[in-house]
């Protein structure tokens, strides 16, 4: 299994970003997709998820609104849209997949990309 994420970079306060994660080595459309952040000094958080099979999405409560997660089953790549960023979101943002399972949460993700930074700038 790998997950391969890219996209960050740096950008000012209300900027955007779009973050790509490749996947191979396991069925993508029967997965759960999901998006978790770490910010420096901090714990990884869960930021999206999407559902295998399914369009049902799940946010945190500080990306609402402001960042889309969606995936191509064709292209095997679960993408995070972020727009209005603000220097709160800088952190290294990593992928990940389970096997597709309910409620969908943050829990329970086992496969892990290697993280890809976002810094904002003020």
């Known amino acids: 299994v790998q997950l391969q994420a890219s996209g960050g970079g740096l950008v000012q306060s209300g900027g955007s970003l779009r973050l790509s994660c490749v996947a191979s080595?396991?069925?993508?459309?029967?997965?759960?997709m999901g998006w978790f952040r770490r910010a420096p000094g901090e714990e990884r958080v869960f930021v999206a998820a999407?559902?295998?099979?399914?369009?049902?999405?799940h946010y945190a409560d500080f990306v609402k609104g402001r960042f889309t997660i969606s995936r191509s089953n064709m292209k095997r790549t679960v993408y995070l849209e972020m727009n209005n960023l603000r220097p709160e979101d800088t952190a290294i943002y990593f992928c990940?997949?389970?096997?597709?399972?309910?409620?969908?949460?943050?829990?329970?993700?086992?496969?892990w990309g290697q993280g890809t930074q976002v810094t904002v700038s003020s």
């Open positions: 990940a997949a389970r096997r597709r399972a309910v409620p969908l949460d943050s829990r329970n993700f086992n496969y």
């Open positions: 080595g396991f069925s993508f459309s029967n997965y759960d």
């Open positions: 999407l559902k295998g099979g399914d369009t049902m999405t």
